[in-house]
């Protein structure tokens, strides 16, 4: 059930200031055709721009939303496709020109219930977070369902941008279903995201370095004849580099640029140490096999030392950026 909304876009029974919120939704198209119309007439009275970018959908999704009778949608075309980060990003940028204070992402193809956007909105219009996304990943019976070799790649490529971004409380980093708030917006570097399926990923990274906060709002996965064009094989191959490229953005910004912390400290002694055991370590045992005479005590020493003590000071590393990771305010902020 859709949540009681004032004129303003804000849920009249949580007891919000009355401060006016313009919401938009964009929905970034490409061969939606058979899902668009259903997924604009399911798009709630409280939002007040429907922002739909077709991205040269060869179906002419674009084509079918301008036929919509619905005074607030608002067709924008690209002349060559983008992929779904430049889709949305079109959208931001058309949105911050109307005024908008948050932007729900919404994809063309069904999978997003449109009733749950009251609940994603929520968190941003009590000035608790910056940023909300979808979490599909909390209902055990879907969870069940689930194929292990998905759950665990999910898994996976979960903890991996949670290192890279530093958001380590999300969860389900591909979901699309997201909104943001203006202010989150405007720290952004709209133009250095992702423009393909990267794109969740990028702005939760960029979200971790400006330390703004972000929070996942359970919802169950909807499927229909939708076909995904998302590349298992894809992810796997152009993910990890593009990952480990943001989280060593994240480490220089946050720890030697923008702050000097203990866990600089950490990170500067650790990494060096823990180098240097491991280069030392692997080449004694290349040499002791090559010669057949075990290396002595010491020589071991001078190789575990510096691993142990370098792995050691990593871990409290990560504990640190863990424990500081961006948290959700408490009470109302200014919109």
Known sequence: MLLLYHGNGVPASRGYNPTIMTIAVIIPCYKVTRHIEAVLAG?????????????CCPEGSGDVAAKAADPR???????????????????YVRALELGCD??????GDGQMDPAELPRLIEPLASGRVDYTKGNRFRHLPELKAMPPVRLIGNSALSFLVKAASGQWGVMDPTNGYTA????????????????????ESDVLIQLGMAGLP?????????????????????????????????????????????DFTIASVYLLVGV???GFGLVEGIGQWIASVASGVPRTAGTVMLAAMPTILGFQLLLQAIAHDVQTAPKARSGNTPS
Do not use: W
């Not at 798009?43 to 991205?55: A, E, G, K, T």
């Open 180 to 199: 943001i708030h203006r202010r989150a917006l405007e720290e952004l570097d709209l133009g250095r995201l992702a423009e393909r399926y990267f794109f």
């Open 43 to 55: 798009i709630p009275q409280s939002v007040h721009h429907i922002l739909v970018v077709d991205d």
């Open 272 to 274: 060096p140490l823990l």
């Open 214 to 258: 972000v929070e996942d709002v359970a919802m169950p996965a909807r499927y229909g004849d939708e076909v995904s064009s998302l590349s298992v094989p894809k992810v796997m191959r152009d993910f990890p580099p593009l990952l480990l490229k943001g989280f060593l953005r994240r480490l220089l910004f946050r720890y030697f640029i923008s």
């Open 102 to 107: 948050i932007c729900v992402k919404m994809d």
């Open 73 to 91: 949608i608002e067709v924008i075309r690209h002349a060559h496709n983008k992929g779904v980060g430049g889709a949305v990003v079109t959208g």
